[in-house]
């Protein structure tokens, strides 16, 4: 248990004292939702439609971007073979990584989000059920971003392969994070679909640092 | 029975060279009659008219898509639990025979989607989650040719193909938990199936002649595999013991 807090205490004082990569990610954040507009028209009421969903699937790509580098880092410095190595056992130490990654990506992204949500119109009763959902559901997209990161490491062309491997999985909590905010728009009750939505972060809990830690041996055999 | 004596890569070559031809044959016979029953002796259907012929390729397509999955996650398994080889050949020789069917599914099902509900292509559960499964062998492929060690690419892509088995699941129940256009399962009900036997009989030879000719293709390929890493080994032994000049 130490050991997994001391290893989330040095991925947030390597963030803190590096603050570009998330500054960069932020920026690509803004920038790319910025691009609807110019895409699909300024048409006010158009974009409130859409708000919602160009903000998650925005979010969800800058979140790969930090993803890419969680695990290939630590194969570069050897930092990894360590890990594997140390008594701690390794579903914990891949945990502590994602929850790491959470803190220092995810938070700032949620805390951007209104903004983003501001300049494409979303419509005031999605705010709050909007905050709710990152919150809900960016443990699970860190989760099984998490699985796509410890599998390809040490592979080639690893960003689009990441990618590839991640969107397919992360899917169902898109569909019910914006199932929620729509029916708050809509006027309905976004409880069930928030239920699920936590359900999936849950059972991404259950099955992420399995997974990681299988993919983390193989890879440093 | 001793499954295991079928593991060594020799004894599943002299198992796959006698059960080859009669796979082939099997599936030969199984689709020219299917397709015959299928496209000529069944009857129209009085709702969708010629166009439930499309049928008889699209659903056989979607339960092959879904088998070979199977398959594949059985063959991850055992490519983790006894880092058996001939897994590694197993899995990867079947992806790509899984993929096209999948695929074959999406096209078809697009095919017969536009006359009889107007659009080709509609994001409703059903259709969702078999497109996700096409994503999910594209990733397993992908993965797999990823790494310059062929063995860290079986392995990473079993430890990928385990995690998206939990989709498997969501394609067959997607019918029942959620409100589709696509409509439910006709025949595996646990009453009598809602199917009249003159379309039963043209759909099951096409389902058992699609399964002897995955059985056959695998079989091919699983050997190609098996040939194509003994190959490798050799070249590489023949370079490493020639003196560098």
């Known amino acids: ?221 | 029975m001793n499954w295991h004596r079928y593991a060594s890569p020799a004894a599943f070559k002299r198992f796959a060279v006698r059960v080859q031809p009669w796979t082939a044959g099997g599936a030969l016979a199984c689709l020219g009659a299917g397709l015959y029953m299928a496209l000529f002796a069944s009857p129209a259907d009085y709702q969708q008219g010629e166009s439930v012929r499309i049928m008889y390729v699209h659903v056989p397509a979607a339960w092959m898509a879904m088998f070979v999955y199977a398959n594949l996650a059985l063959a991850a398994a055992a490519s983790l639990v006894w880092r058996h080889p001939l897994a590694d050949a197993a899995g990867r020789a079947i992806a790509p025979i899984g993929a096209a069917f999948t695929l074959l599914c999406l096209a078809t099902g697009s095919l017969w989607g536009k006359p009889m509900w107007g659009t080709w292509w509609v994001w409703d559960a059903r259709l969702t989650s078999v497109l996700i499964l096409f994503f999910v062998y594209l990733a397993y492929m992908a993965l797999n040719a990823a790494f310059d060690d062929p063995t860290r690419g079986s392995r990473a892509s079993a430890v990928l193909a385990l995690v998206g088995a939990v989709n498997l699941p969501i394609v067959k129940f997607s019918v029942d938990w959620w409100n589709t256009l696509h409509q439910p399962a006709s025949l595996t009900r646990l009453d009598a199936p809602a199917i009249h036997s003159s379309m039963l009989w043209p759909l099951l030879a096409m389902a058992l002649g699609y399964t002897l000719l995955f059985a056959y293709l695998a079989l091919i390929r699983i050997r190609a595999e098996l040939i194509e890493r003994r190959l490798a080994v050799l070249t590489h032994a023949k370079f490493a013991a020639e003196p560098a000049r």
Do not use: C, Y
Request: charged share 10%; aromatic share 6%; proline share 7%.
């Open chain 1, 1 to 221: 248990m130490n050991a997994a807090l001391a290893l989330i205490a040095r991925d947030v004082r390597l963030a803190w004292r590096h603050p570009h990569e998330i500054v960069t990610i932020l920026a690509f954040f803004v920038v790319a939702a910025s691009l609807f507009p110019f895409g699909i028209g300024p048409e006010p009421q158009i974009l409130a439609r859409v708000a919602v969903g160009i903000v998650w699937v925005v979010a969800l790509l800058a979140a790969l971007m930090s993803l890419e580098r969680l695990f290939q880092a630590e194969a570069d410095d050897g930092s990894l073979d360590l890990l594997v190595g140390a008594s701690a056992p390794l579903e914990l130490l891949a945990l502590a990584k994602i929850v790491a990654q959470w803190l220092t990506t995810a938070v700032p992204l949620i805390a951007a989000a209104p903004v983003v949500a501001t300049m494409l119109n979303l419509p005031p009763e999605g705010f709050g059920v909007l905050m709710l959902t990152l919150i809900l559901g960016t443990p699970g997209l860190s989760l099984f971003g998490g699985i796509g990161a410890a599998l390809s490491v040490g592979a080639r062309r690893g960003g689009a392969l990441l990618a590839l491997i991640v969107l397919p999985l992360v899917v169902p909590i898109l569909i019910f994070a914006v199932a929620a905010v729509d029916a708050a728009i809509a006027g309905l009750s976004p409880r069930p679909h928030l239920f699920l939505l936590a359900g999936l972060s849950v059972f991404a809990l259950t099955l992420a640092p399995f997974a990681m830690a299988a993919a983390l041996r193989q890879a440093t055999e």
